[in-house]
C-alpha cells in the first residue's frame, strides 16, 4: 500500500471526523461561547451605566470592544475542547488498538484530526457570527477567522503536543498557559537567565497584539511578530507532537 | 519489569499459529509486540522482514484485541464503516464487504445499535468482524472466543478454518487449550515471559501418549479385568491406565465380546492439556 492509498484512505475518513467535531467538541465550544457571550452582552442591553440598546443594535464602537473581549475565551476554548484527549483519549480508552492495525500512520491520522478540527473551530467560529449579526450587531469581522486560526495553532499545538504527551492533557495545558501568563507579566522585562527560561513559555504576551486585529488597530497594522512568535511555538508544539506519536510506543500509558 | 524475554520463535507463512499460557504469561505483551505497539528493550520482532510497526502501516493487519475498545456512541454498522475505510477496502466493495462479515458473525439485527448497547458476545463478534473486514496477511486473534456463547464458540472455529489460505499467518492467543488444541497447527506455551515450548498438536496426539477415558455400559469387574488398573471415575466412567494402541485395541474388543456397550472413549487430556501443564509446572 502506497503512501498515496494511505492519504486517499485518510481523506475518505475525513468526513467523520468533521462528524466528530461536530457532535463533541463543537457544539460545546459554541455553548460555552454563547453564554459567556449572553453574559457581556447582558448589562449593555439592559443599560448598565448608559442608556439601553436593543439586541441587534448595539453600536459599533462598543460592539468591536466586546468582539475583543469576546475572542480570547473563543480561542481559548476553541483550541482547549479541540485537542483536550485528541491523542491521550485513544491512548488511555484503547481505541488505538483497532485503529493502528489498520495500514494507517498515526502522525498522519492525527495530524489530520487536528486539522480538520481547526476548520471545525472556523465553522463554529462563522456560526457564532452569524448570532452575533443578529443579537449584537450586523458585521461580519473576517479577521476574526485568521485569529482564531493563528490562536487554534498557538495554543491547539501545545495541547496537540500534550495529548502526545501524556494523559493530563487539559490539565497541563490550563496550568502552562496560566503559568506563561504569569512568568511573562511579573518577569517580562528580566534580563539574563531568567528571560531565557521565560522562552520556553508559551508566548502568550503577544496574544493581545494578535487580538487587536480584529479590533481594527490600523494604527499599529497587522502584528507579525506576534504572529510569528506564537503561531511559531504552536506549530513548533504541533510538530514535536507528532515526533511524540511516532517515538512514543500505544502500548505504554 | 520484563514481561516477556528469551523468547525465539519464527511463525511460518501459512500457519495458524497459537500462543497458549496463564494469566499474566505475556501473551499480551507479545501481541503489543507483534503489532508494534510496544518496542523490545532488547532483539528484534521481524514481520516479513520489516518492524512489526512498518508492516502494520504498509499492509495492515487483522487484529480482535482481548479487549474491545471501540467508542460506545458508534453505531455497530458506523464502526464496520470506519474500520473499513482505514482498513482500506475499496468504496464501491464497502457495503458488499460490511453485509458479508456482519452476515458470517450473524450481527443483521444489532446493525442499528450503539456499541455501548450491544452484549459482551455481540461486541465480540463486532470485535472479529472488524478484523475480519479485509483480506489480511496477517491474522491476530487475542482470547477471540471470551465471552462467546456455545455455539458462536463452535462457529468462531469454523470461521478461522475458512480464513486458512496458502500466505495467511493466523496468531491465536488463547486461554482455551481445547480451541487451540483444534485450530493450530503449532502452539507455543510461554509461562512467566519465556517460551516453555512449542507443540505440535495434531502431530503429537497419538495413543500411548495420554489415559483414556472409557464409557461403557459393563460391570465394574469386566472392566477391571480386562484393563487391570482402570479407575472408576463414575458411573460407567473410566480412566484407563496409559496403554499403547495395540493393548487398548485388544482390550476394548475383549469387553465387546463380553457383550459391553461401548458408548465413548476420549483423551483424559488433550495432548495440549497435558504438555501445558507439565511446562507450565516446570
Excluded at chain 1, 477567522?145 to 500534550?162: C, H, K, Q, R, T
Aim: hydrophobic share 50%; aromatic share 10%; glycine share 10%.
Amino acid at each position: 500500500m502506497t503512501t498515496s492509498d494511505r492519504r486517499a484512505r485518510l481523506n475518505a475518513y475525513a468526513p467523520w471526523i468533521f462528524r466528530d467535531y461536530f457532535m463533541n467538541q463543537g457544539p460545546s465550544t459554541a455553548i460555552v461561547v454563547l453564554m459567556i457571550g449572553f453574559l457581556t452582552l447582558l448589562p449593555i442591553i439592559q443599560g448598565f451605566g448608559g442608556e439601553r440598546v436593543q439586541l441587534g443594535e448595539v453600536p459599533e464602537v462598543i460592539a468591536i470592544r466586546m468582539l475583543h473581549a469576546m475572542i480570547p475565551p473563543l480561542v481559548f476554548i476553541g483550541a482547549f475542547f479541540a485537542t483536550n484527549g485528541i491523542i491521550s483519549n485513544d491512548r488511555k480508552l484503547g481505541y488505538y488498538k483497532f485503529l493502528f492495525a489498520k495500514p494507517l500512520s498515526p502522525p498522519l491520522y492525527y495530524g489530520m484530526i487536528f486539522a480538520i478540527y481547526g476548520v471545525g473551530l472556523l465553522v463554529v467560529s462563522a456560526a457564532l457570527i452569524g448570532v452575533w449579526w443578529f443579537t449584537v450587531r450586523p458585521m461580519f469581522p473576517t479577521a476574526l477567522f485568521a485569529v482564531v486560526f493563528i490562536m487554534y495553532v498557538a495554543y491547539g499545538g501545545i495541547g496537540f503536543l500534550l495529548s502526545a504527551a501524556w494523559r493530563f492533557d487539559w490539565l497541563s495545558l490550563v496550568t502552562v498557559l496560566l503559568v506563561a501568563n504569569v512568568g511573562w507579566s511579573v518577569w517580562g522585562a528580566a534580563t539574563g537567565p531568567r528571560k531565557w527560561v521565560l522562552y520556553l513559555l508559551p508566548p502568550v504576551h503577544h496574544a493581545n497584539e494578535i487580538y487587536g486585529i480584529v479590533a481594527r488597530d490600523a494604527l499599529h497594522g497587522i502584528p507579525w511578530a506576534s504572529i510569528a512568535w506564537l503561531g511559531g511555538y504552536g506549530a513548533a508544539c504541533f510538530a514535536a507532537g507528532l515526533i511524540v506519536i511516532r517515538l512514543r510506543s500505544f502500548g505504554t500509558n | 519489569m520484563r514481561a516477556v524475554e528469551d523468547f525465539s520463535l519464527a511463525i511460518g507463512e501459512s500457519e495458524v499459529f497459537g500462543l497458549a499460557g496463564p494469566n499474566g504469561a505475556g501473551k499480551s505483551t507479545l501481541i503489543s509486540l507483534l503489532l508494534g505497539y510496544l518496542e523490545p528493550t532488547l532483539g528484534t520482532v521481524r514481520i516479513a522482514g520489516l518492524r512489526p510497526r512498518a508492516f502494520v502501516e504498509r499492509f495492515g493487519m487483522g487484529y480482535l484485541s482481548e479487549l474491545i475498545a471501540i467508542p460506545p456512541r458508534w453505531s455497530l454498522d458506523e464502526a464496520l464503516h470506519r474500520y473499513a475505510i482505514l482498513a482500506g477496502v475499496p468504496h464501491a466493495d464497502t457495503a458488499r464487504r460490511l453485509d458479508e462479515v456482519v452476515d458470517l458473525l450473524g450481527l443483521e439485527e444489532h446493525r442499528g445499535k450503539r456499541v455501548k448497547q450491544l452484549s459482551k458476545g455481540n461486541l465480540q463478534r463486532l470485535g472479529l468482524a472488524q478484523a475480519l473486514l479485509r483480506d489480511e496477511r496477517v491474522i491476530i486473534l487475542d482470547e477471540p472466543t471470551h465471552g462467546l456463547d456455545p455455539v458462536w464458540t463452535q462457529r468462531f472455529r469454523d470461521v478461522v478454518s475458512a480464513l486458512r489460505r496458502p500466505g495467511r499467518v493466523i496468531f491465536i492467543a488463547s486461554h482455551n487449550l481445547d480451541e487451540l488444541q483444534r485450530l493450530a497447527d503449532r502452539v507455543a506455551i510461554i509461562d512467566r515471559g519465556r517460551l516453555q515450548r512449542v507443540v505440535e498438536p495434531r502431530t503429537d496426539a497419538a495413543a500411548g501418549s495420554t489415559p483414556f477415558i472409557l464409557t461403557v455400559v459393563a460391570s465394574n469387574g469386566a472392566v477391571q479385568d480386562v484393563f487391570p488398573g482402570a479407575v472408576a471415575r463414575g458411573p460407567s466412567e473410566f480412566e484407563l491406565p496409559l496403554l499403547d494402541v495395540p493393548t487398548l485395541n485388544a482390550g476394548l474388543a475383549r469387553l465387546l465380546a463380553h457383550g459391553a456397550l461401548i458408548t465413548s472413549l476420549r483423551p483424559a487430556h488433550s495432548m495440549l492439556e497435558q504438555h501445558f501443564r507439565e511446562a507450565v509446572r516446570e
